[in-house]
């Protein structure tokens, strides 16, 4: 008997946060890894992780913009060139 397909409320709700969409992305990783996941399981999967990817991707650009793309500049010298760090 084939097996019903999985309802719309049945989906995991997508997550909100950076934490939980990298959760997310582990745990889906951890199971496609393992080699245990069902290939009608695969395809969900795929589809669930880009939504957490996609929620991380945003958070990380949303971060790069706040901080100036490059982060934060180095400190200067007085001749305008980066200072090194001495090694001791």
Do not use: F, H, W
């Amino acid at each position: 008997m084939p097996r019903p397909a999985a309802k719309p409320s049945a989906a995991k709700k997508a997550p909100v946060t950076y934490r939980e969409a990298y959760a997310a992305l582990a745990r889906i990783a951890a199971e496609l890894e393992s080699g245990e996941a069902d290939l009608d399981r695969v395809l969900p999967l795929i589809q669930e992780a880009q939504v957490a990817y996609e929620v991380c991707r945003g958070r990380i650009e949303a971060l790069q913009a706040a901080l100036g793309e490059n982060g934060p500049a180095p400190e200067e010298t007085e001749e305008g060139e980066p200072e090194d760090e001495e090694l001791e």
